[in-house]
Antibody
Framework: EVQLVESGGGLVQPGRSLKLSCAAS????????MAWVRQAPKKGLEWVAT????????YYRDSVKGRFTISRDNAKSTLYLQMDSLRSEDTATYYC??????????????????WGPGTMVTVSS | DIQMTQSPTSLAASVGESVTITCLAS??????LVWYQQKPGKSPQLLIY???ILEDGIPSRFSGSGSDTQYSLKINSLQPEDFASYYC?????????FGAGTKLELK
């Protein structure tokens, strides 16, 4: 059974840092791209970042570029999100998600097929 | 960035009814459209990817259709467990943008 469990959330002051972790089990972690998706309270879903299966490629939404770093340790089956220079607008539940997807006829078909329960990050003074 | 416009924002229906939720992309996404269901306090669950492909374990009363920029999620014969929020997502390119969501409520 695929399991993703996030940890590391909490209350942090603006401008400070926080590191989230996601422990994966039930599948071969090193075979899959992984992502972080967030959801502000009472709001919709927002993709944050993606990392390739081997860690060689990373992708970020513009609002977190230069502040957040996604990484992984395939030996430990763990995904990370280092969040620096946090802002109030980063307040959200952060979900770890496994990427499913394929290429067909020259186009990409990416989706998130398993999600963790989420960890809450609150940025406030 | 590809914008995803989802409608309606909310929808009230009864058990047994059928409903349709639509998603409009700001540009052609070549069928790379994903649908999720999210229940209060829970993480999202994948329903459909590639616009029409039902994820394993998802009941056949859920179906997806569409192409180019226009997509739909149809739920036939609503069950009590279907009352939840639904989101579409662009799966073609980063940033993987989501629609704002549709809250399906019991009438």
């Amino acid at each position: 059974e695929v399991q993703l469990v996030e940890s590391g959330g909490g209350l942090v002051q603006p401008g400070r840092s926080l590191k989230l972790s996601c422990a994966a089990s039930g599948f071969t972690f090193s075979d899959y791209n992984m992502a972080w998706v967030r959801q502000a309270p009472k709001k919709g879903l927002e993709w944050v970042a993606t990392i390739s299966y081997d860690g060689s490629s990373t992708y970020y939404r513009d609002s977190v570029k230069g502040r957040f770093t996604i990484s992984r340790d395939n030996a430990k089956s763990t995904l990370y999100l280092q969040m620096d220079s946090l802002r109030s607008e980063d307040t959200a539940t952060y979900y770890c998600a496994r990427h499913g997807g394929y290429y067909y006829d020259g186009y990409s078909y990416w989706y998130f097929d398993f999600w963790g329960p989420g960890t809450m990050v609150t940025v406030s003074s | 960035d590809i914008q995803m416009t989802q409608s309606p924002t909310s929808l009230a229906a009864s058990v047994g009814e059928s409903v349709t939720i639509t998603c409009l992309a700001s540009e052609d996404i070549y069928g790379s459209l994903v649908w999720y269901q999210q229940k209060p306090g829970k993480s999202p669950q994948l329903l459909i990817y590639g616009a029409t492909i039902l994820e394993d374990g998802i009941p056949s009363r859920f179906s997806g259709s569409g192409s180019d920029t226009q997509y739909s999620l149809k739920i036939n014969s609503l069950q009590p467990e279907d009352f939840a929020s639904y989101y579409c997502q662009n799966g073609l390119s980063t940033p993987y943008t989501f629609g704002a969501g549709t809250k399906l409520e019991l009438k």
